[in-house]
């Protein structure tokens, strides 16, 4: 496992690199690296902004990466313009670089630092809503109900462990906290994260399953209530019926 030291390190070797490379006319760190909440469990996130082709670039990168870093594996992430790819690095350190042409080198959120270039202005993206969460929610809710008809044990263990997490997020959304990727689950309070537990799949048996899930629909509803009553009751019978 690696130091604060160690990531401090890596961080400084790319950045050095990056402004040493032509092609990369601008650098930025994203993530916790960018708002000072990095620990050493955390992963590396830069952007880039590259004059000429993308792909020329992320080649030239890989290659070094893999040559300088020992890198052990990469995969791609494409989102509009950008390409984030993704290294895996001795020490389970996560690695990811988003290359883009200029005008996509822009901030889209508040974890943005410009190490150097001209950033294009922030692109505005719309905030998670309540209905977006809830829709999920009671989609994962069907889907592990209709698994479980199926006996599709491991697909209905997928689906209750979807409909957790967007009950998570709801309830992470209510307090003010960060709704993605359970990164706010740890500060919901004990009552809230207590009720959860009973939501966890224990074996792949139907019976445990259908326990599971309703213990999830019931945690669903709960949190419903308290955010959006009438939805709620407009949910309740169909969250109800027999699992």
């Given at each position: 496992?690696?130091?604060?030291?160690?990531?401090?390190?890596?961080?400084?070797?790319?950045?050095?690199?990056?402004?040493?490379?032509?092609?990369?006319?601008?650098?930025?760190?994203?993530?916790?690296?960018?708002?000072?909440?990095?620990?050493?469990?955390?992963?590396?996130?830069?952007?880039?902004?590259?004059?000429?082709?993308?792909?020329?670039?992320?080649?030239?990168?890989?290659?070094?990466?893999?040559?300088?870093?020992?890198?052990?594996?990469?995969?791609?992430?494409?989102?509009?313009?950008?390409?984030?790819?993704?290294?895996?690095?001795?020490g389970r350190?996560?690695?990811?670089?988003?290359?883009?042409?200029?005008?996509?080198?822009?901030?889209?959120?508040?974890?943005?630092?410009?190490?150097f270039g001209?950033?294009?202005?922030?692109?505005?993206?719309?905030?998670?809503?309540?209905?977006?969460?809830?829709?999920?929610?009671?989609?994962?809710?069907?889907?592990?109900?209709?698994?479980?008809?199926?006996?599709?044990?491991?697909?209905?263990?997928?689906?209750?462990?979807?409909?957790?997490?967007?009950?998570?997020?709801?309830?992470?959304?209510?307090?003010?906290?960060?709704?993605?990727?359970?990164?706010?689950?740890?500060?919901?309070?004990?009552?809230?994260?207590?009720?959860?537990?009973?939501?966890?799949?224990?074996?792949?048996?139907?019976?445990?399953l259908r326990?599971?899930?309703?213990?999830?629909?019931?945690?669903?509803?709960?949190?419903?209530?308290?955010?959006?009553?009438?939805?709620?009751?407009?949910?309740?019978?169909?969250?109800?019926?027999?699992?």
């Open positions: 496992m690696l130091s604060l030291g160690d990531l401090a390190s890596v961080r400084r070797r790319l950045l050095a690199l990056a402004e040493a490379d032509p092609a990369v006319v601008g650098a930025a760190l994203t993530g916790s690296q960018a708002t000072g909440d990095a620990d050493r469990w955390s992963d590396l996130d830069l952007a880039f902004a590259i004059d000429g082709p993308l792909d020329a670039a992320m080649h030239h990168w890989t290659e070094l990466l893999y040559r300088d870093f020992a890198a052990v594996h990469h995969w791609d992430r494409p989102s509009g313009a950008t390409v984030y790819r993704v290294f895996l690095l001795p350190l996560e690695v990811d670089i988003a290359f883009s042409p200029p005008e996509g080198f822009a901030p889209r959120g508040p974890s943005w630092h410009t190490v001209d950033p294009a202005p922030p692109e505005p993206t719309a905030p998670v809503g309540h209905d977006h969460l809830a829709g999920l929610a009671w989609h994962h809710a069907l889907h592990a109900w209709t698994s479980i008809q199926r006996r599709r044990w491991w697909q209905a263990e997928h689906w209750i462990g979807a409909l957790r997490g967007q009950v998570i997020a709801l309830a992470c959304l209510r307090l003010g906290h960060p709704t993605a990727y359970a990164k706010g689950a740890h500060l919901l309070p004990a009552e809230v994260a207590a009720g959860l537990e009973a939501t966890l799949v224990r074996t792949l048996d139907e019976a445990e326990r599971a899930l309703a213990a999830a629909t019931a945690a669903l509803s709960a949190e419903l209530t308290r955010t959006d009553p009438a939805l709620a009751a407009r949910l309740a019978p169909v969250l109800a019926e027999p699992v």
